[in-house]
């Protein structure tokens, strides 16, 4: 469930927040701060809860520093699984045809996959982006983009996929390639295996293929 709260601004209301949630035994799955104004701030929960949202919620609004609590679709059900695409603009406009034109064959068979693109230069807007993916709820897989990427990209690189993270990389020059878990030449093709990899209603799996590099 997601849960939209409109509290005070001030030190110690997340800590009662929190509290809150954890007496009705609710399990936090992400956080985020919607607005942080001088006088209110707005958050954004989202949460498993075993037992009854009415109950939780009652609680919450009981609380002095909450003014509104509302009861929305988690971003889990309406986004999902997100796809980050990065790299040169050119590069990261052709994997994202590729990547939404199978996303919305999966999503009207019930996937919910969302696609997000960021065009950058530079080897550390790059490596920093490429690290910046493991702070990101939901993101199941990173496709790199470009013509030339390497050094401190391919550790980033190394970093995410040590963690869990699915790289897939355009068939470019540097030592970024090597490092990921899989090499394709045709920028549309990458964004399509990349969503096939992430998505259920996909028989696809990266770790099944005798070659890593198309």
């Known amino acids: ?7 005070v601004s001030g030190p110690g209301v997340l800590y ?13 799955r992400s956080v985020s701060i919607i607005e942080d104004g001088p006088v209110e701030t707005r958050l954004y929960f989202e949460l498993d809860l075993p037992g009854s949202s009415e109950a939780l919620i009652e609680d919450l609004q009981s609380l002095d520093v909450v003014r509104t609590v509302t009861q929305v679709v988690s971003l889990q059900k309406i986004y999902g699984k ?4 990065m790299g040169g603009g050119a ?24 696609v997000d693109t960021i065009p950058l230069v530079g080897e550390q807007a790059l490596a920093a982006a490429v690290r910046a993916c493991r702070r990101l709820a939901r993101v199941r ?9 390497g050094g401190d990209i391919e550790a980033a ?4 996929r040590a963690e ?12 970024v390639p090597d490092a990921s878990d899989l090499v394709v030449t045709d920028p549309v093709q990458a ?22 590099v198309f």
């Open 91 to 114: 590069q990261v406009g052709q994997v994202a045809l590729g990547a939404i034109s199978e996303a919305d064959r999966h999503n009207i068979r019930g996937e919910h996959i969302s």
């Open 191 to 212: 964004g399509v295996m990349a969503v096939m990899a992430v998505a259920d209603t996909a028989k696809f799996t990266v770790e099944r293929l005798n070659r890593r």
């Open 82 to 85: 997100r796809i980050i695409i």
């Open 141 to 149: 897989a990173l496709v790199l983009a470009g013509s030339l990427m």
């Open 1 to 7: 469930m997601g849960l939209v709260l409109a509290t």
């Open 157 to 160: 690189v190394k970093e995410v």
């Open 164 to 175: 869990g993270l699915l790289v897939i990389s355009l068939n470019m020059a540097g030592s």
């Open 16 to 28: 009662q927040l929190t509290g809150a949630i954890v007496k009705h035994n609710g399990d936090i």
